[in-house]
């Protein structure tokens, strides 16, 4: 049997989309990062915004390979369908990677078995994902700048096996968006500032990925997120099919589970999460600004109790919270804790809280 259709037939097996290129570099790739970054539009993020000479260029890390072979694997599962409020964003909700794992294996095993040097890569600063998804035709370029096929829209997750392989590349998609822009318009913080560029400083998926405070300016735009955001995904049409041949979740993860976890369980959890250090602080963090938005004064308990932190930066967020959710007994914990609070990021927190009312 051919290669391809040996590893194809491997891609099927798994709902997966596949294609091969080769390891040209990326030369319009590597100028739109570059200016992302002078712009600043890559915020915190570091992946391939950190290195895009090395990322736009596959022979600068894989000097011994001859191709790429890609694939596009769904991930949706029954409980995925369209909801009103999501707390976790799909792809991070379980261990949505163990498919592509998978695929990826099996088609690593073919190349092994036929005497080829090959290596899987996903999520690695060295390779475009997206880029040659692209250009292999397993995807088209989407505004929202993912990647989108034709069956599942934008609910993919892209892989790679790098091998010495020699084959023939297969041919990029004709398909564009077209005229459609629903994605623009659905980002809650208009961080897709034009076609297929976006601000992650914007981006709630991101924010809530960084380290450190995040921008009081972009806590309330959160709103019960505590993971990743779906917005501009669920607005895609060409995986509208999908999304809605699946019930909603039934149980989703509330910030109020996540502030009552110990860390040992909030990092079990959590483990599928990309999380800075794999600090659980920060997802504490996003679980405190979710909490804030909810309004519920039933919540104010355990957000005093959060004023008290240790960490300034829970005792800070959790101050916002308090505020955000207002009345009279926020107000009393306000002027109870600020008189005993000395740590100035805490303070500060607590002063604007207050100032808002």
């Known amino acids: ?16 989309t596949i294609g091969v290129t080769d390891l040209e570099p990326f030369p319009e790739e590597r100028r739109a990062i570059h200016e992302q970054v002078a712009k600043g539009y890559n915020g915190s993020l570091s ?50 990677y163990a498919g592509l794992r998978v695929v990826l294996g099996g ?9 080829h040097r090959n290596e899987i890569v996903f999520d690695d600063d060295r390779l475009l994902d ?8 397993v995807t088209w370029r989407g505004k929202s700048t993912m990647g989108l096929t034709p069956r599942y829209g934008p609910w993919i997750l892209i892989g790679s096996v790098v091998t010495s392989a020699e084959m023939e590349p297969t041919e990029p998609m004709t398909r564009t968006c077209g005229t459609c822009d629903a994605c623009l318009p659905a980002c809650p913080t208009g961080a897709i500032v034009s076609p297929g560029v976006l601000d992650a400083r914007r981006c709630i998926a991101a924010i809530l990925q960084s380290r450190g405070a995040i921008e009081e300016d972009m806590r309330a735009a959160i709103g019960g ?12 049409p060409p995986g509208q099919t999908v999304l809605v041949s699946l ?48 309004g519920d004064a039933s919540h104010l308990g355990m957000l005093a109790g959060y004023m008290g932190h240790h960490d300034s930066l829970l005792a ?37 809280a207050m100032a808002a009312w």
């Not at 997120?225 to 895609?236: F, H, S, V």
């Open 1 to 16: 049997m051919d290669l391809l259709e040996s590893l194809a037939a491997i891609a099927r097996d798994g709902s997966a």
């Open 47 to 96: 992946f391939t915004y950190a290195a895009p000479d090395v990322a736009s260029n596959p022979r600068a890390s894989f000097p011994w390979a001859a191709s790429i072979v890609v694939v596009a694997v769904p991930y949706l599962i029954d409980g995925d369908g369209e909801s009103e409020h999501r707390s976790v964003a799909r792809f991070a909700d379980g261990d949505r």
């Open 107 to 115: 088609l690593s095993d073919v190349l092994e078995h036929r005497g």
């Open 130 to 137: 997206r880029a040659v998804a692209i250009r292999s035709g």
């Open 225 to 236: 997120r505590i993971y990743g955001c779906d917005d501009c995904l669920t607005a895609c």
């Open 247 to 294: 019930s909603p979740e039934k149980q989703p993860l509330t910030p109020g589970d996540v502030l009552a976890l110990s860390d040992r369980d909030l990092a079990s959890v959590t483990e599928h999460w990309y999380v800075p250090s794999r600090s659980i602080r920060f997802v504490r963090r996003n679980a405190l600004v979710a909490l804030g938005n909810t």
């Open 316 to 352: 800070g967020h959790a101050a916002w919270a308090v505020g955000h959710i207002g009345g009279d007994v926020a107000h009393s914990i306000c002027e109870l804790v600020l008189a005993n609070e000395e740590r100035i990021s805490v303070v500060s927190e607590i002063k604007a």
